[in-house]
């Protein structure tokens, strides 16, 4: 008993001591690991103007870039900006260094990449306090701007060069006629400093073009004048990132307003620009500028001592031009630079169909003398459908006089109706004035009477000859209310006489169509006398036939509904057609003229059954300007 307890006791001591061993093994593994992983490399980028800011934010986007296709390891990248870079507020520097020094001091970043000259002024002024020690890279930023003198081991330079004088000669190249060049500029610090520098650079200028600066111009003002820029005008963009009212601006925003407005060209020194509103020219290339920086960081990231990396300053890429910006303002292809490249240039159709219109060619010459044939084929169609519309034109003439002999006792009625109320009234004027003491007002009454009802007969009269003259189709301007209007009347004795209630409603606003007046009419009128025929066995209450215009979309139109019993299902779509009839006595002609004259009016009409009853038909005319 008492040695297995001791066994036992050994035994649980060889397994403490066997835990421990593979505790240590697990930890002396899991550090090897972490040492063997340290993690990606970080990579600050500061900016100057924030990280959306032209043309900073594209020379960043390229650095990413490049970075992540080109390293080794795994890049993480931080993003910074110096929200006071825009105001000079200096004194927001301690805070925004006390901010990065607090967010870095466990951590700090592998490598900066100061964006622009204000960032890399930033880092330079307060090296001691944040990032004493890490390598940086200043990128983005002309020569003359950087600090070499400030410079450490840990700092490597990809500037750039600016040649101003060569940018504007440019100008005059692309356009020999320019008097003016307008430069727009803010006025932070570096756009004071290229406004000094410009202004020195350019001063040679002076006798060949006219320099006009607008640095001192709120932003609203300057776009103001830019819609009225004097003719053979060019616009030199600098940059926009605080106007001379103190506003900030996002620079690539600015240079958007300010093309919406300017009725000049404009030209830049970046290409971070190019593609939207600048005409284009010899200008930085930020693809290229970026690739450089990230081929210096890669170099850093890997070991590379910064301050032992010379890069030579980058100059104007080849020049590029936007096509469309050189057709909106008329530059010609010969004035550009030599080793120019045009953009967006839209394919000529040759270009763009060259095999489709070889085939094309080759087609027509092989079918060249089946060409007179057709040719000579479609004339004589031609006569035939001109003939065609002259048949159908007697034939519509015809089929007014056939309704016009329908109107007869409606016309009649209308006319003996005046006649004789002229003839009532003659006869009490002659007896007025036989007696001693005629009443002079009251005979004055009954001229004014008579002198109505002549012209009421007259009207009749000029309707019905306007009905039933022979004139030629002719489209002109005219109110299709007005022509509902006239044919309502005309037709409201016809109503009357076939114990029928004609209703007119007229829409409020005009429908102005081009049409033949006559011919329209008849379309109507060939529409209510087929209503009131419909409506020959329906009780006399609802004998109803109602016309009304209105204006759908960019049509105008016209409805003839009626209440009697509709259109067979089966024979919608045969109403339209020549001879077709439901009329015992009809020769089914009325609505195949109607549909004629209505497509010659480049029309539709077309015809349905009512939901309670009787038929309606609509017409449909476009509407003219």
Not at 197 to 204: C, F, G, H, I, S
Request: glycine share 6%; proline share 5%; charged share 20%.
């Amino acid at each position: 008993m008492q040695f297995w307890l001791v066994a036992l006791s050994w035994r649980s001591c060889t397994w403490t001591f066997a835990a421990a061993l593979a505790v240590a093994f697990l930890l002396a593994t899991l550090g090897q690991s972490q040492a063997a992983d340290p993690g990606p490399k970080r990579v600050l980028m500061l900016h100057s103007f924030g990280p959306r800011s032209k043309p900073w934010s594209d020379y960043a986007q390229a650095i990413r870039t490049e970075i992540d296709l080109h390293s080794q390891s795994s890049v993480e990248f931080l993003e910074h900006s110096l929200v006071n870079a825009g105001q000079s507020q200096e004194k927001l520097e301690g805070a925004v260094v006390e901010y990065l020094s607090t967010l870095y001091t466990d951590h700090p970043p592998d490598l900066i990449v100061a964006l622009g000259a204000p960032a890399a002024s930033f880092i330079q002024r307060h090296r001691q306090l944040i990032f004493p020690m890490v390598p940086m890279i200043i990128t983005a930023v002309d020569q003359r701007l950087v600090q070499y003198e400030k410079l450490t081991d840990n700092d490597a330079v990809v500037s750039a060069t600016n040649d101003v004088p060569f940018l504007f000669e440019n100008i005059m190249r692309v356009l020999p006629d320019t008097k003016t060049i307008a430069i727009v500029n803010g006025t932070s610090q570096i756009e004071r400093f290229w406004t000094e520098e410009m202004r020195r650079e350019l001063a040679p200028l002076a006798g060949r073009v006219e320099l006009k600066w607008y640095d001192e111009l709120p932003f609203d003002e300057l776009l103001k004048k830019a819609e009225h820029l004097p003719p053979h005008t060019a616009i030199f963009f600098v940059l926009m990132n605080v106007d001379a009212a103190g506003i900030t601006h996002e620079t690539g925003n600015a240079l958007n307003k300010l093309a919406a407005s300017a009725s000049a060209p404009i030209f830049s020194f970046d290409g971070s620009f190019f593609g939207e509103n600048v005409v284009g020219g010899p200008m930085f290339s930020p693809l290229e500028g970026g690739r450089i920086a990230a081929a210096v960081a890669i170099r850093i990231l890997e070991g590379e001592k910064a301050g032992n990396i010379k890069t030579p300053a980058i100059e104007y890429a080849s020049p590029k031009f936007d096509w469309r910006q050189m057709q909106r303002f008329g530059i010609s292809d010969s004035n550009l630079p030599i080793g120019s490249t045009v953009y967006f240039r839209q394919p000529t159709v040759w270009e763009r169909y060259r095999w489709q219109i070889a085939s094309i060619v080759a087609v027509l010459l092989i079918q060249i003398g089946f060409i007179s044939v057709l040719l000579r084929e479609h004339r004589r169609r031609q006569l035939a459908e001109v003939q065609a519309r002259q048949r159908m034109a007697e034939l519509a003439h015809v089929n007014r006089f056939s309704t016009a002999g329908e109107l007869t006792a409606s016309i009649a009625h209308e006319i003996n109706q005046p006649l004789g109320s002229i003839l009532t009234n003659a006869e009490t004027a002659k007896v007025i004035l036989q007696s001693p003491s005629p009443d002079i007002s009251e005979l004055n009454e009954i001229v004014d009477d008579i002198l109505n009802d002549d012209r009421r007969a007259n009207e009749v009269i000029r309707s019905m000859r306007s009905l039933l003259k022979r004139a030629p189709f002719e489209l002109k301007r005219l109110d299709l209310n007005d022509v509902a209007r006239e044919t309502i009347e005309f037709l409201s004795a016809l109503a009357v006489a076939r114990k029928a209630e004609l209703i007119g409603v007229i829409t409020p606003g005009a429908l102005p169509v081009l049409g033949d007046r006559i011919q329209l009419q008849q379309v109507i009128l060939n529409l209510v006398v087929n209503g009131i025929d419909a409506m020959k066995d329906m009780p006399s209450e609802n004998r109803i036939i109602s016309i009304r215009t209105s204006r759908v979309e960019s049509f105008a139109q016209l409805s003839v509904s009626d209440h009697g019993p509709g259109i067979p299902e089966d024979k919608l779509e045969r109403v339209f057609a020549p001879f077709y009839t439901s009329k015992a006595e009809g020769m089914g002609m009325g609505l195949s003229i109607a549909r004629t004259i209505i497509v010659a009016h480049k029309g539709l009409i077309s015809a349905r059954n009512r939901d309670h009853g009787g038929a309606s038909f609509r017409i449909r005319l476009p509407l003219v300007s």
